[in-house]
């Protein structure tokens, strides 16, 4: 089986393991067809199982990952410690073997690890979770100086589909003036957002300068990715990092 998942084009060190994956080579049927691995999305759970098999074999994982319930706020957690499907929206670890994970469906996900190769961390980053400075509880749970992190945004909805209200923007410029840079007009009142603009300028302001990835757009790319927005009832994209070795 070959798989089209996405892995971090970034200069972590090799200890440090990250992927996406997208909607292909799972055993789901529409409307979550086919690598699903959410549980809470109305797929069903034999076919989840199937998908979260096939990623732990695919990956060669160490561990079962430690599957989130993601409420769209800033927690973060050590996954290390966490118990069974904590609830909270980002997760870290400096334990090897300890599998980050967070899934999305037009939100952000951002990878995080040090460039020694200490820890690593996932967040979802949604519209609100950015404003509310889920990226900011991350890198300060960290053990290390934001100076010291990589971050790698995944894929998300594109600034061409992410319209959004007048008062996102709103939120967003009383934070932060630069924020204007990530919206361009619609109609009635309206505004297309960038949410990797967003991203980078709010890991930016925390000292996390060293990003990459981006560039992607879930609505529009119907084939790889599941896009909420686009289809409601649809799956999700698992992003993991962990720390291979002793």
Not at 58 to 84: F, M, S
């Amino acid at each position: 089986m070959v798989y089209d998942w996405l892995v971090p084009d970034w200069p972590a060190p090799q200890r440090v393991r990250a992927v996406t994956t997208t909607r292909t080579g799972g055993v789901s049927r529409a409307p979550w067809a086919s690598m699903n691995p959410a549980d809470h999305v109305g797929d069903a759970a034999t076919a989840v199982a199937a998908n979260r098999a096939r990623l732990r074999d695919a990956l060669g994982l160490p561990a079962e990952p430690v599957w989130l319930q993601q409420v769209h706020g800033v927690r973060v957690v050590d996954a290390a410690r966490a118990g069974e499907r904590p609830e909270a929206d980002a997760a870290w670890t400096d334990s090897p073997g300890v599998v980050c994970a967070v899934l999305t469906a037009d939100c952000l996900p951002v990878v995080f690890a040090d460039r020694k190769g200490r820890c690593v961390a996932v967040a979802h980053a949604g519209w609100r979770g950015l404003a509310t400075g889920v990226l900011e509880a991350t890198v300060g749970q960290l053990p290390v100086p934001p100076q010291e992190l990589l971050a790698w945004l995944g894929p998300a909805i594109g600034p061409a589909a992410f319209e959004v209200g007048g008062e996102v923007r709103d939120t967003f410029m009383a934070q932060d003036a630069r924020a204007v840079n990530a919206f361009t007009p619609g109609v009635d009142g309206r505004w297309f957002a960038d949410i990797y603009v967003l991203g980078r300028q709010r890991l930016a302001a925390c000292g996390v300068t060293a990003v990459y990835g981006g560039g992607w757009c879930t609505f529009q790319d119907r084939t790889r990715f599941y896009s909420y927005r686009r289809d409601g009832m649809t799956g999700r994209m698992a992003t993991l990092a962990w720390l291979a070795g002793p």
